[in-house]
């Protein structure tokens, strides 16, 4: 539909990755036996008082901060009411007309900057798990309550509205996991929930300012699910607009096995939470210097990672895209080039190679057993001729499996690349004696025949060969 225009906008969630919960000192560590982190305050027992988590408001500021916000000098916390059995309290502790960071900006690769409006720290509710097939349990429906995520640090980041297509939305989304995971904010883990989102979206006639009506869209458990349920919704709002169908606010949930969004419940956007300032946390200030000590805290963000990658070493975009997505890819990286690599070469290997088995054999970065200097070594022991780059991929993975050095490797199982002529120009003969049909080809003019040759002394030499000195010794023997 030329003529049509969607306009989207994301609240997005990230549950942050501090020690203990936001208002006690239950751990947060995930996946533990239902209700074993929990305390009188996280179960909203009586008399209970919040003693806000130092380490959940630095980290809180140094996202608004990275986000290019403006950090309010004095911030509050609110009581949100509703009633739901995984609220214990019926309150939640939120953040409603003075959230800490107001402003922000997230800057697409397209040079799109999406406006952040504001970013507020809350508490997360418990987890209802429905149990049985239906709900059924002996004859009875029953939902359990676990109330270990009950209190745990969420950060709210809400965009103005200033998405035009799904594929935006869902960039954003990858680069606020970035941005969190960068920080040490949150693991901004989307399937165990530390990075969930809502839509809002609407599709109106180009050219007009006014939003159409909006629907929200929930159960995005994926960047994927994120790009699907949204160019789905599009289209149907798009369809309705143009059969001249009235579209109502109302919030949908995306259904991942199907593709659709289908209604959850009516008109929302009435909803009366009875805000009121929290009594039992004061407000905060925040001072000059723990601005300044927290502005410190920042690291190099990708972006500007990924420039300098390509200023100062002269890598691709997209080479140096994919070793800063990730803070310790780039740190790795980092350090083999500080071990005297040529960083294209290093890029090379980290990014295919090491990446590449990393993720066959399900391992993160943090448990492989080559140190960036391991890696710089074997790159040096293909620089100076000791090993061929066909034998170092041997090398590299018996490093990988024992964690040893590589020059221990090529001494153990004898890897040394073969750099005597004698040695060579034997093998060579053997190989023109039992291919003369190749030799011939070769002698004819077909120019081709030469890789075979060289492929088969490679073999011959069990891949030790200097494959550049076999190919000029082979072509001065074909010749003679
Ligand atoms: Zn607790």
New binding site residues.
Partial sequence: MPDLETVIGLETHVEMSTKS?VF???STTFGSAPNT???P???GLPGALPVMNQEALDGAILLGLALSCTIAPRFKFDRKHYYYPDLPKNYQISQYDLPFAEHGTVTLASGKAIRVKRVHLEEDAGKLIHEGAGGQIGGGTAALADYNRS?MPLLEIVSEPDFRTPAEASEYLKAMQTLVRYLGVSDGNMEEGSLRCDANISVRRRGETTLGAKVEIKNMNSFRAVERALAFEAARQADALSQGEPLVQETRLFDDATGETRAMRGKEGAHDYRYFPEPDLLPFTVSPALLAALKARIPELPAARQARYMKEWGLPEYDAGVLTADRPVAEYFEAVVAAGAAAKTASNWVMTELLGALNARNQPLTDARIAPAQLAALIGLIGDGTISGKIAKTVFAAMLDSGKDAAVIVREQGLVQITDEGALAAAITEVLGRNAPSVADYKSGKQAAIGFLVGQVMKATGGKANPQMVNTLLRKALAA
């Fill in positions: 919960k006690c000192g239950c982190q929990v305390c305050v996280c179960l209190s």
